[in-house]
């Protein structure tokens, strides 16, 4: 054996008796050599807000904003903010970046949606109105409070609102709503607002808006039915909801310019009263109109046989009476037609046709002859006192003549049928 091997053997078995006497010492046996375990190395820092890279300065400005606002959230159920982590703002979970309009090169934050996500903070104040870019903003179904930044009038592109089912209160946010002239879809349904609406909203004024969509039923309204009276210009909103409110006072006359292109209008569950305005009959986008659940009275316009788009109506739950105009009973397009709980007296052949098709419904009404009406004791009652309608009367306008051709034939029944004796 030569030296060079013989060296390689030495330095082996000294290495197993390190190896091995290492492991008993380990283990609690004799003597040994330890050796130290070797520690992975440590982890870069990680960088702070100043250090972070923005692939926008728009997306920098607004960073701190978000941050800001994480820190006051004070219930997060689905961890959503564990997200709102870094630099790229465009993949935190309900952030979504576009171009904005001013410049196709840039990168901004252009919409939020927190829909659904159960987030509590007491207040929007400071981040909503702190996003310049901002176009959308849909909060559905959270616990946010507090008031509306007027300051979010000043937000150039935004045009959907959405803080429906969360907490906020007090006075309907005029400040804020009036001050955004491209608004066209506000909802603020299932909150706390309460007091009165501005009539800017509905018509075109030089302070009105070009909404499209407004919801705010399941509020605490308590206001007139808007009347815009002499304004000039009709309003733009396709779809009103006021639904579960305290608006009172009769439908004026102006509906047919503040609701001139309503498509979908829900009154119902308020304090309206009064008679049903001809007007009504110009609203010929109507697919939908429900006003049951209210104090309303007097006979059905004749004029709504003009609305030839109609699918649902309801009347249900108010103090109408006389006939059932045929002209409404004929529109090819009704699919539904409430008027139960009212106290109407005659209805003609093609309603009773309706009537055995489900289509109408008309009980706990005083119609001689149909099952499940009132009885005579509480027709009685009702009509006992006298009872008359001065918007029974058309525009003079009008002459005399519906808004529509109709032929003679389809207006049926059309006299105030007398009163149950």
Request: proline letters at 8%; one cysteine or more.
């Amino acid at each position: 054996m030569n030296l060079k091997n013989a060296i390689g053997i030495e330095v082996l078995i000294f290495t197993m008796i390190i190896v091995i006497g290492g492991s008993t010492a380990a283990t609690g046996g004799g003597g040994g050599i330890v050796l130290p375990i070797p520690q992975p190395p440590a982890l870069p820092p990680l960088p702070s807000d100043d250090q972070l890279i923005f692939a926008d300065e728009r997306l920098a400005v607004v960073f701190p904003v978000i941050q800001k606002f994480k820190n006051i959230i004070i219930s997060d159920p689905f961890n959503i903010t564990a997200t709102w982590v870094g630099s790229d703002i465009c993949s935190y979970r309900g952030f979504y970046c576009e171009n904005p309009p001013d410049n196709k090169s840039a990168m901004a934050l252009a919409s939020i949606d927190f829909n659904g996500f159960q987030l509590t903070a007491p207040t929007l104040v400071g981040f909503l109105d702190s996003l310049p870019d901002l176009a959308l903003f849909h909060a559905n179904s959270n616990n946010f409070a507090g008031a509306i930044s007027p300051a979010i009038g000043n937000l150039k592109y935004l045009y959907e609102l959405d803080l429906s089912n969360n907490k906020f209160a007090g006075a309907f946010p005029a400040a804020a709503v009036l001050g955004m002239t491209g608004l066209s879809f506000l909802d603020l349904r299932f909150n706390f607002f309460s007091g009165s609406v501005p009539p800017q909203l509905f018509f075109n004024t030089k302070f009105a808006l070009g909404l499209d969509a407004l919801f705010l039923n399941n509020n605490n309204f308590l206001t007139r039915f808007p009347d815009g009276g002499g304004a000039a210009g009709g309003g733009h909103i396709a779809f009103l909801t006021l639904a579960n409110n305290k608006f009172f006072g009769p439908i004026p006359r102006s509906v047919s310019r503040s609701l001139s292109n309503v498509s979908e209008i829900l009154l119902i569950n308020n304090m309206l009263s009064g008679c049903l305005p001809h007007e009504l009959g110009l609203l010929t986008d109507a697919v939908v109109f429900d006003a049951g659940g209210n104090r309303l009275t007097g006979l059905l316009p004749l004029s709504l046989g003009c609305l030839r788009k109609l699918e649902i109506m309801n009347f249900a739950g108010n103090l109408l009476y006389g006939s059932v105009p045929e002209i409404l009973c004929g529109i090819g397009s009704l699919a539904n037609l409430s008027l139960s709980d009212n106290y109407f007296t005659r209805v003609g052949p093609v309603c009773l046709g309706l009537i055995k098709s489900g289509v109408l419904d008309l009980r706990k009404n005083c119609v001689p002859g149909l099952p499940l009406q009132r009885s005579w004791a509480e027709c009685g009652a009702f009509f006992a006192r006298p009872r008359y309608c001065v918007a029974h009367a058309p525009p003079a306008s009008w002459h005399g003549q519906l808004p529509c051709s109709i032929p003679h034939s389809a207006l049926g029944l059309s006299e105030l049928a007398p009163s149950p004796t």
